[in-house]
């Protein structure tokens, strides 16, 4: 269950990393290597987690400062030991998104290891 709680709080992060234009928050929830991969308007996305955190902080002014409301739908979690998913439906620069996001435990901390997205409407 701690290890359910734990992802959680890492998802909860990257809600509020995306509603704040906090490219330093992406950074560190997501590990090194993470691969962030999905589809807008019929277009294959690829990224690095370093295109992803760029191109987070550069949604100015965020969608805080905007006042929009943060919101998000947690529709699936699976916890293990060492590895989780969870699938989450939220709302970003006016368009509504289905992530799955693939995390690894790396020295006892939840990172977030791999992100793919369907833009839903």
């Known amino acids: 269950m701690r290890n359910k709680e734990n992802v959680l709080k890492v998802v909860e992060n990257y809600i ?18 993470a691969k962030i991969s999905g589809h807008i308007n019929g277009k294959l996305i690829r990224q690095t987690k370093e295109d992803w955190a760029k191109f987070v902080e550069k949604n100015l002014p965020s969608p805080k400062e905007k006042g929009n409301t943060k919101a998000y739908e947690i529709l699936m979690v699976d916890a293990g030991e060492e590895t989780a998913v969870v699938k989450v439906k939220s709302e970003y620069i006016n368009t509504m998104f289905t992530d799955t996001l693939s995390f690894l435990r790396i020295d006892d901390e939840w990172k977030i290891y791999n992100k793919v997205f369907e833009a839903t409407s």
Do not use: P
């Open 16 to 33: 509020n990393s995306a509603h704040e234009s906090d490219g330093d928050m992406t950074r560190k929830i997501f590990d090194d290597d």
